[in-house]
């Protein structure tokens, strides 16, 4: 296994690990973003967003999915949106070693946080967290505002 920076052409493979991901979180129909998205948003001269993928023989088995953010309070965070392993490769090692490359790069970008969201219900994926030395916060609640629900409050507004 090869954990690398994820390139254009494995983004037909991300986008399958990311519908993938969907239907683990119990929502398969919720992705839209096509992989004319992924290659337009992450490989021009502006990049929304950074992956390592992880490779077996040219299989993409696993990615994680990066951007910068900034915090009022602390400054330069990075957000991990996504870390996938195809279901058949769980259990490997191989999230580990892509969590781990994450950390390495934002440790050497001396961001102040790296910061990320995971399910309640996901007990394996926050038993890994807490083991790694992360804080589990479950006093904030995740507010969002759907393209639907932005665009009636625009109306209304």
């Known amino acids: 296994m090869i954990i690398r ?6 983004m037909p493979q991300v986008l399958s690990l990311i ?3 969907a239907a683990f979180e119990k929502e398969p129909d919720a992705v839209v973003v ?3 998205d992924l290659i337009r948003d992450g490989f021009n001269k502006n990049k929304r967003f950074k992956t390592y993928v992880a490779d077996i023989k040219g299989e993409i088995v696993g990615m994680a999915l990066i951007y910068d953010r900034y915090s009022t309070w602390k400054g330069r965070t990075i957000h991990l949106e996504d870390l996938i392993v195809k279901n058949d490769k ?7 070693a892509l969590y781990l490359r994450v950390m390495h ?6 961001v102040k946080r790296v910061e990320w969201v995971v399910l309640d219900w996901n007990t ?6 807490k ?3 992360a804080t589990i916060l479950t006093d904030w609640n995740l507010a969002q505002l759907d393209e639907n629900a932005l665009k009636n409050f625009i109306d209304k507004n």
């Open 5 to 10: 920076k994820g390139k254009k052409t494995d």
């Open 19 to 21: 519908k993938e991901l």
């Open 34 to 36: 096509t992989v004319d």
């Open 90 to 96: 769980r259990n490997l090692g191989i999230g580990k």
């Open 105 to 110: 790069y934002a440790y050497k970008k001396k």
């Open 124 to 129: 394996t994926a926050i038993d890994f967290y």
């Open 131 to 133: 083991n790694t030395g």
